[in-house]
């Protein structure tokens, strides 16, 4: 079955503790893994495509990294204005896309 | 240059009732994707549209259904109103595959 199985759930980290989102995907396959961030009340915020292993992208305090099976979200010394839920998303054949379910990141000053 | 408009951005319906929301893309953006959010399930796939064409459609009964205008301008609707359709429901643009853009949202409250 195809799915995309983000992890943790929720992190809570002090600011500047630099820490790691998890997305696991299988899909048959994969076009393209997609990072956004939804903040409360708002619509999710594109951040970054990936589309092979061993890719790699950056923006500000964040790194997108791929693998063939998973995808992690480096976060470098967060600050409070970091704290959102996280979402990572896999397009695959026929053009399907699937999202997990996020990642809600709390970082406290 | 202006973003993903959906309106209205509340409403409140009663079961069995019917409602339409609609989405505006960004402009030239052809691909209006519509998906519904919940605290449980997360972001679930409703359908994409592509010049007025519907591309893919996720596992939604059929009371749920849209269409796309030859302005891009999509529209869904929501007939029979369950209290479980209480839900984020999310727009969004994209000129190709996954780039997506989305819009603010409706928040449908069934009662």
């Known amino acids: 079955e195809d799915q995309v199985t983000q992890s943790p759930e929720a992190l809570r980290l002090q600011e500047g503790e630099s820490s790691s989102l998890n997305c696991s995907y299988t899909?048959?396959?994969?076009?393209?893994l997609f990072w956004y961030r939804q903040d409360p009340g708002k619509g999710p915020e594109f951040l970054f495509t990936l589309y092979s292993a061993g890719e790699e992208k950056e923006k500000e305090r964040l790194k997108a990294t791929l693998t063939k099976k998973e995808s992690f979200l480096h976060i470098t010394a967060p600050k409070p204005e970091d704290s959102a839920t996280y979402l990572c998303a896999a397009a695959y054949r026929d053009d399907k896309i699937i999202f997990g379910k996020g990642t809600r990141l709390h970082i406290l000053p | 240059k202006a973003g993903v408009t959906q309106t209205p951005r509340y409403l409140i319906k009663t079961r069995g009732q019917q409602v339409t929301l609609s989405c505006s893309p960004i402009s030239g953006h052809r691909s209006v994707s519509w998906y519904q959010q919940t605290p449980g399930q997360g972001l679930q796939f409703l359908f994409e549209y592509f010049s007025e064409t519907q591309r893919n459609k996720g596992n939604f009964p059929g009371r749920f259904s849209g269409r796309q205008f030859s302005n891009s301008r999509s529209e869904m609707n929501v007939s029979t109103l369950e209290l479980g359709d209480s839900a984020l429901y999310l727009c969004a643009s994209s000129p190709r595959l996954g780039g997506y853009t989305f819009g603010s949202g409706t928040r449908l409250t069934v009662v």
């Open positions: 899909v048959s396959g994969l076009r393209g």
